[in-house]
């Protein structure tokens, strides 16, 4: 059995979300993000900016891998009551992330947020 290379894989750091948007902004039912992501640290009292990386681009969440335009987070769209639907990681939201040669990823569970009609 071949070693898995850790070298190339580096993580989890701490990190705060600062923005999402849509991965496909045409295909809104798709519930699916691109996250920037800026490395912290706690300090005991407080998050604190980390000097590597500064922030991070483009870093997707492996919850969010399964979303179709049909499910989220495996719920059928049917079923979610009025305008309940699956929300983004809210910003300042602090979540693992960790960083490979193809790119970053996080993982951290979203909500379903909406209102009952």
Not at 9 to 19: E, L, N
Not at 54 to 71: C, G, K, M, Q
Not at 100 to 111: E, I, K, R, S
Request: aromatic residues 14%; negative net charge.
């Amino acid at each position: 059995m071949e070693a898995f290379p850790t070298g190339l894989f580096r993580g989890p750091f701490f990190g705060k979300i600062t923005s999402s948007e849509l991965v496909n902004a045409e295909d809104t039912d798709l519930r699916k993000w691109n996250y920037t992501v800026e490395i912290v640290e706690f300090d005991g009292v407080a998050w604190n900016d980390h000097a590597f990386p500064p922030e991070l681009s483009d870093v997707r969440n492996v919850f969010e891998s399964a979303n179709t335009s049909t499910f989220s987070m495996g719920i059928d769209h049917t079923s979610l009551p009025g305008t309940y639907q699956l929300q983004p990681i809210p910003d300042d939201a602090i979540v693992p992330v960790w960083i490979t040669p193809v790119g970053a990823f996080l993982m951290w569970p979203n909500q379903f947020d909406g209102a009952c009609s």
